[in-house]
T-cell receptor, first 110, second 112 residues
Framework: TQLLEQSPQFLSIQEGENLTVYCNSS?????LQWYRQEPGEGPVLLVT?????EVKKLKRLTFQFGDARKDSSLHITAAQPGDTGLYLC??????????FGKGTRLSVIA | EPEVTQTPSHQVTQMGQEVILRCVPI?????FYWYRQILGQKVEFLVS????????KSEIFDDQFSVERPDGSNFTLKIRSTKLEDSAMYFC??????????FGPGTRLTVT
């Protein structure tokens, strides 16, 4: 069973601060996706990373896929209250279904 | 922007009853999925569907569950005899090959 461990589980920061959340596994993934989920809603896809070492930017969000394709990070610059939510990473390996981590719940305080 | 839609948004049913959860995936997507999320827990894969048949299913997806694409637009999940532990948010998702999944807003199923 492939597991994705996300850390930290909870993060509360002030508006304007920077933060990084992590997604780690002992398994190699062919691709890894980051989603954001609001309470009572479905996950919303933010990005897919495929190549080891790949870095993708989405405005103030920077996603990195580890060289070995076992881990990923999400860095948010100058966090805003609108960034508040549950950030999920999910990985695909071969023909296995998409596996989700438990998520990092981010709270950005104005 | 196209989106996945799901109905109903909330379904309350008694234990032992059958429920059908409905989804309309994005029109040009070919791969369809059902996931569930028990309150406070992670999103869990149930089943994937491609070319009018199940391509993969998890241990959760036992004989009480079935999926169907009855026409060119709908994708349904049926639970034949609901149990208390089936209470969860059920998410439908769809994508094209190689893309991330696009999730619907979910159906909250409450089994009493």
């Amino acid at each position: 069973t492939q597991l994705l461990e996300q850390s930290p589980q909870f993060l509360s920061i002030q508006e304007g601060e920077n933060l990084t959340v992590y997604c780690n596994s002992s398994s190699v993934f062919s691709s890894l996706q980051w989603y954001r989920q609001e309470p009572g809603e479905g996950p919303v896809l933010l990005v897919t990373v495929v190549t080891g070492g790949e870095v993708k930017k989405l405005k103030r969000l920077t996603f990195q896929f580890g060289d070995a394709r076992k881990d990923s990070s999400l860095h948010i610059t100058a966090a805003q209250p609108g960034d508040t939510g549950l950030y999920l990473c999910a990985g695909i390996s071969g023909n296995t279904p998409l596996v989700f981590g438990k998520g990092t719940r981010l709270s950005v305080i104005a | 922007e196209p989106e996945v839609t799901q109905t109903p948004s909330h379904q309350v049913t008694q234990m032992g009853q059958e429920v059908i959860l409905r989804c309309v995936p994005i029109s040009n997507h070919l791969y369809f999925y059902w996931y569930r999320q028990i309150l406070g827990q992670k999103v869990e894969f149930l089943v994937s569907f491609y070319n009018n048949e199940i391509s993969e299913k998890s241990e959760i997806f036992d004989d009480q569950f079935s999926v169907e694409r009855p026409d060119g637009s709908n994708f349904t999940l049926k639970i034949r005899s609901t149990k208390l532990e089936d209470s969860a948010m059920y998410f439908c998702a769809s994508n094209r090959l190689g893309q991330g999944r696009y999730f619907g807003p979910g159906t909250r199923l409450t089994v009493t």
